[in-house]
């Protein structure tokens, strides 16, 4: 609930610097349905009525709305069973196709609804955490990434995370410890003047592969 | 291969070879530039990387794995391993451009990147940098990381294109500059070079002469200034070439002795009268004239004086024709004794006046030779029409001369031209036909002048008179028989003319008792009527007591050309007894047969056959033979010209009668 308190106080500035993402639904449909079946455009009509329903509506509805559908929408599974690499970074009409994904497919599916809701995008950042399994004292972790919802930049983040669908402040998830982060505006070794996002060639793949399904990044 | 070409080509090639050796050469330094950078780039990240992993905070697998997962997917690289001592793989990232669904996607904003031959051509070292990472005082694994070069790939493709953009920019300035200097260049030389070299030809006039324009390319004055020089001394040359040539061709033309144009230049001149290059039609006379005795006058005076004498008869008929400035006749010597004139563009009778006048310059400047008699002139006159030809002229105008020559009279032999010209001189033959149709139907037009002749012969001195028709124009000029009774044959007037001479004649008669000779023309005979008109005309009864006194002449070349007309009227006079005579005869040898059959008074020989005699055996023969014939015959031989004492010997040695002078 406290969290709750914080998100409603910056929503306020919701909206400011936002440029939203911007797709062809219908492209997006017809590419769904000639890939993944008439499931995939089912997942695909919830996430598309999950964001008009959520559109002007405050910052403090679409954290946890958005964060809820997503882990609800996915199950939780491995690159390497779904796409049969080791690190597969899937589009959101991917992830949705699927029905499944890991860690950042989550975190990817969330990044682009905020954004297309109209959150600014140097306030979102990947995060990647190592994340304790178990209880306080536990030494099993894994390698995990979360999404981070900076309001300013020095200001703590709240996380959306796949494993829960409470969205908390980054003090009171003491089972994670985050490694790094960056965002679309991109950062590889900071000081680098030219490295944008387009540069990270993994970021481009994703961008490249959601143009192609209708996306307009 | 032009100079100029040969310079620009190996500018061009060098220029190419430099802008290719650039072009390599700054790709080859923008590659190594990459090579080295992507090395470092490899060095300080997997540095970094492996600083991070060897520290006591970061011993935790899943932490080195996010730190290496992080930095894969953040960064660019196409590897990153982690490999235990041992050498098993504990972790492993690698980027395969040909991943099964991210290739197709990948391949579109990948469109900028090299091209797969210039990857290959110009391959970049895949910078590969080892690490070994430590916990604490024990090594635990060994990094390795590859940087991904297909942005260093495709920067280098970038600029490659970019220069060789430049480059190809470049070459086409150059080209373009090649291209412009060219025309220029030959523009330059155009105006320059070969307006000056091609002013060398040309005569030098007023404006043109002064300088050479000045030169727009500074290369070019030295090569100027010498063709200026070039010129002028051309030209110099040239004006003496042109002052040789023109003194040489007056000496070609000219007769050296007279300064008369020479048979070259009159036979030219009579070409190109007769091509009708002038304009006019190609209708005119050419008179001949022959100083008989030039071989005597030689003898007799110095050649000196000879040549004097003749130069000064060469001037006398020059002012002749000057006066008739507007018929453009020339004067011109053909050989030593013969000169001729050239009247082009003088129509029929017009010619006659002018033919009349020079025969008297020439006759009023005779010198007597050292045998007393005159200094001898023969002339001999022909007209000419389109269709004559230059030998056809000199041919008739050499028979004329003949003519002139064995009838011994200084009268003008006019040979007219015959049938056989295609082209007849229309505008003239309608002159003289309404000046002759005038003389006849006048009563006073035509009269006969008789010339009174003296013959020696053994018997004595025996006196004639020979008998030529004269006419008086409208203008009140008179012209011999010779000069249009050759006309009057063409015409077919001859007889009208040969009846009203016969009639004068017989009208002479009556004041003078002596025996007159009145020629009639050959062609006369041929025309049907006139035998039957002059038996007419001698039977009138007033005359009839002084036929015997009256004596036809017919040329003996009417015994080949009309046998029969001259039979008949040699019969047709014996019976009216009228005489009828034969001159030139040694002319016509073969007539000697003939002489029996016909009633005849006298037959005449020329001076020159009976001068051959005294020398030639077979000449003295066919004289004698002649002589004998005639004698036999009862016919007089008669010789019309003086001849030299030993002939005139052997002349009335054989009966024959000789001129007395």
Known sequence: MYGSAIVGGWALQKGFEAVALDFDSERLQSTMQSRYGSAGVQRLGQWLAMLQAQKDRPLQQQLPTVNTFWNRAVLQSEDSTLWSQPDYWATPLETLGKGAGDCEDYVIGKYFSLQRLGVAVEKLRLIYVRARLGGVGSTQSIAHMVLGYYETPAAEPLVLDSLLDNIMPASQRKDLTPVFSFNAQGVYVAGAQTTSVDRITRWRDLLARMKQEGFLP | MSLLKQLLISVTVAIVAILIGTLAFSIGAARQYLDGQLQSESENAASSLALSLSQPANQDPVTQELLMMALFDGGQFKLIRLASPQGETLFERRRDNGTSESSAAAAKPRQSAAPRWFVEMLPLRSPKAERVISDG?????????????????????????????????????????????????????????????????????????????????????????????????????????????????????????????????????????????????????VMLFRQRDLLALNAQMSRASADAWLAAMGEQVNQVLKS???????????????????????????????????????????????????CRWSFALTDYSASSSVTGVLARLDYGLMRAESSGQAEVEYVAYGDDEVVSDLAGETLWRQMLIAALEAQDALSLSVQPLQFKGSNGMQERGEASLSLRTASGETLMGSLFLPVAVRLGLSAEFDLRAVALGAAWLEQNDCELVIRISLPSLAQPDFLGRLREELSAQKWEHRLSLLCLELDAHGLTAYPDEVAEFCRAMALAGVGVGLRRLDQQPMGLTKLHTLPLRYVKLGSEFSEQAAQSPGALHLLQAIAETATALGIQVMVSDSVNAETAQLLHRQNALTLAV
Request: charged residues 20%; contains cysteine; proline residues 4%.
């Open chain 2, 137 to 285: 005082w024990k090594q635990v694994g060994q990094l390795t990381l590859v940087v991904d070069d297909s942005y260093a790939s495709q920067a280098l493709w970038g600029s490659s294109v970019r220069l060789a953009g430049v480059v190809v920019l470049a070459g086409l300035a150059w080209a373009f500059f090649v291209v412009l200097l060219f025309r220029w260049f030959r523009k330059v030389l155009q105006q320059e070079i070969s307006a000056q070299v091609q002013a060398i030809g040309r005569q030098p006039d007023g404006a043109e002469s002064a300088q050479p324009a000045k030169a727009a390319v500074a290369e070019l004055v030295p090569v100027l200034s010498a063709i200026a020089d070039t010129r002028e001394r051309v030209q110099a040359t040239a004006l003496e070439q042109m002052a040789r040539i023109e003194s040489l061709e007056i000496e070609v033309n000219r007769d050296p002795v007279t300064q008369l144009p020479n048979r070259k230049y009159f036979v030219n001149e009579l070409r190109r009268a007769l091509s009708g290059a002038d304009g006019l039609a190609a209708h005119g006379h």
């Open chain 2, 324 to 374: 008739h400035a507007d018929c453009k006749a020339q004067l011109a010597r053909l050989n030593g004794s013969d000169f001729v004139v050239l009247m082009p563009a003088l129509a029929g009778p017009q010619a006659m006046s002018l033919v009349q006048q020079i025969r008297q310059v020439l006759l009023s400047m005779r010198v007597t030779l050292s045998s007393g008699q005159w």
